[in-house]
């Protein structure tokens, strides 16, 4: 069968990027005093960022994982699962480069912050993770629906366990993606159980796509499980525990940000899929397809990446709000710019890269000789 494309996905991709871009402008360079949580409009903007993170990696997992069921169909799947492994490979390395100090470097100064995990690397991981999955589920579509499902709900509902987790006696390369007290924005727990839920979506939309009441069907299911997540499960969670005398679920309860956030993204999907039709501008489209050349000059700009040269270091945190949001926006459109007219594909930023890794791995035989 013949599957039709999902534009609400490239629209959803856009959106997640674009809200990052923002948020992360506005985080790095706001004054602190105007950081008022009692206030309306930061509380509000504050939400509203904390589900960015969320809503990337569970469309992620979605549309990978779509796209790797269906190169199953089309008999191509050996090669999509090589693909996958070493984009996330790439990402893992581009996500590492981003934060190496060339400069510094170069004058003999070493240190193991560029070792700190981000989202590049974490997604990465997942991508891998998720053939893994789909291998040991011998690549049967209802047993890794099942089985990602069930992933994602055992690392959410288990998160206290290793809340505090500070991965001693691992070494840094490694421990760094489990904990982070050495600088890590982002982990594979929980953040894996996203891309699950996201792998698991994408289940549902190869399953079912061309059932002409699905596109009712699901997005009646984001609304109806998103709202439950988000006003009743923490209530589930506490009858569970009067019932099973399992603490587990009361601490899940008390600090029920996973499934909450994952009630915010279900309802995003359901709005961005009930509007699908709406949003098929070529600009739209384009922005979602070219998120990791946005990522990369986003980081460039803002945090000067291996030049150690950024935003963050000229203007500070110093901005009022109207310059906060007024800079924002405009960074938004630079960014969008420069990845779109400039950085035609995302294989110029993979080759960028490689090319990087290249001289660094001259020059450091050059030192060593």
């Given at each position: 069968?013949?599957?039709?494309?999902?534009?609400?996905?490239?629209?959803i991709?856009?959106?997640?990027i674009?809200?990052?871009?923002?948020?992360?402008?506005?985080?790095?360079?706001?004054?602190?005093?105007?950081?008022?949580?009692?206030?309306?409009?930061?509380?509000?903007?504050?939400?509203?960022?904390?589900?960015?993170?969320?809503?990337?990696?569970?469309?992620?997992g979605?549309?990978?994982?779509?796209?790797?069921?269906?190169?199953?169909e089309?008999?191509?799947?050996?090669?999509?699962?090589?693909?996958?492994?070493?984009?996330?490979?790439?990402?893992i390395?581009?996500?590492?480069?981003?934060?190496?100090?060339?400069?510094?470097?170069l004058?003999?100064?070493?240190?193991?912050?560029?070792?700190?995990?981000?989202?590049?690397?974490?997604i990465?991981?997942?991508?891998?993770?998720?053939?893994?999955?789909?291998?040991?589920?011998?690549?049967?579509?209802?047993?890794?629906?099942?089985?990602?499902?069930?992933?994602?709900?055992?690392?959410?509902?288990?998160?206290?366990?290793?809340?505090?987790?500070?991965?001693?006696?691992?070494?840094?390369?490694?421990?760094?993606?489990?904990?982070?007290?050495?600088?890590?924005?982002?982990?594979?727990?929980?953040?894996?159980?996203?891309?699950?839920?996201?792998a698991?979506?994408?289940?549902?939309?190869?399953?079912?796509?061309?059932h002409?009441?699905?596109?009712?069907?699901?997005?009646?299911g984001?609304?109806?499980?998103?709202?439950?997540?988000?006003?009743?499960?923490?209530?589930?969670?506490?009858?569970?525990?009067?019932?099973?005398?399992?603490?587990?679920?009361?601490?899940?309860?008390?600090?029920?940000?996973?499934?909450?956030?994952?009630?915010?993204?279900?309802?995003?999907f359901?709005?961005?899929?009930?509007?699908?039709?709406?949003?098929?501008?070529?600009?739209?489209?384009?922005?979602?397809?070219?998120?990791?050349?946005?990522?990369?000059?986003?980081?460039?700009?803002?945090?000067?990446s291996?030049?150690g040269?950024?935003?963050?270091?000229?203007?500070?945190?110093?901005?009022?709000?109207?310059e906060?949001?007024?800079?924002?926006?405009?960074?938004l459109?630079?960014?969008?710019?420069?990845?779109?007219?400039?950085?035609?594909?995302?294989?110029?930023?993979?080759g960028?890269?490689?090319?990087?890794?290249?001289?660094?791995?001259?020059?450091i035989?050059?030192?060593?000789?």
């Amino acid at each position: 069968m013949e599957l039709k494309r999902l534009y609400f996905i490239d629209a959803i991709r856009a959106f997640a990027i674009l809200m990052m871009l923002q948020g992360h402008f506005i985080d790095t360079l706001l004054a602190i005093e105007h950081r008022d949580i009692n206030n309306l409009a930061f509380k509000t903007w504050t939400y509203f960022r904390g589900i960015t993170a969320p809503v990337f990696f569970t469309i992620s997992g979605l549309i990978f994982t779509y796209l790797l069921i269906k190169a199953k169909e089309k008999g191509t799947l050996h090669y999509r699962m090589k693909k996958g492994i070493i984009r996330g490979l790439m990402l893992i390395g581009i996500g590492y480069a981003l934060r190496i100090p060339i400069f510094r470097w170069l004058t003999g100064s070493f240190g193991t912050y560029f070792m700190v995990i981000d989202v590049l690397q974490i997604i990465g991981l997942s991508l891998i993770l998720i053939v893994c999955v789909y291998t040991i589920c011998q690549k049967k579509t209802l047993l890794f629906s099942v089985t990602v499902f069930c992933l994602g709900t055992i690392i959410f509902l288990n998160e206290p366990l290793y809340r505090t987790f500070g991965a001693e006696g691992i070494p840094l390369l490694f421990a760094n993606y489990f904990t982070k007290v050495n600088g890590s924005v982002f982990t594979i727990l929980p953040w894996f159980g996203y891309m699950a839920y996201g792998a698991f979506i994408a289940t549902l939309f190869y399953g079912y796509l061309l059932h002409p009441r699905f596109k009712t069907a699901i997005v009646t299911g984001f609304f109806t499980v998103g709202l439950a997540l988000i006003y009743g499960f923490s209530s589930l969670l506490h009858w569970l525990t009067t019932i099973t005398n399992i603490t587990l679920f009361f601490e899940v309860a008390n600090y029920n940000y996973l499934f909450i956030r994952l009630g915010n993204v279900l309802i995003l999907f359901g709005v961005f899929y009930a509007l699908e039709s709406y949003l098929k501008h070529p600009v739209i489209l384009k922005i979602g397809q070219k998120t990791l050349s946005i990522y990369v000059v986003h980081f460039v700009l803002l945090y000067g990446s291996f030049t150690g040269m950024g935003l963050n270091r000229i203007l500070g945190k110093n901005l009022t709000p109207l310059e906060a949001i007024i800079g924002a926006l405009s960074f938004l459109v630079v960014v969008s710019l420069i990845s779109i007219y400039i950085i035609k594909a995302n294989t110029q930023v993979y080759g960028f890269f490689r090319q990087k890794a290249y001289i660094l791995k001259t020059l450091i035989k050059s030192l060593n000789n």
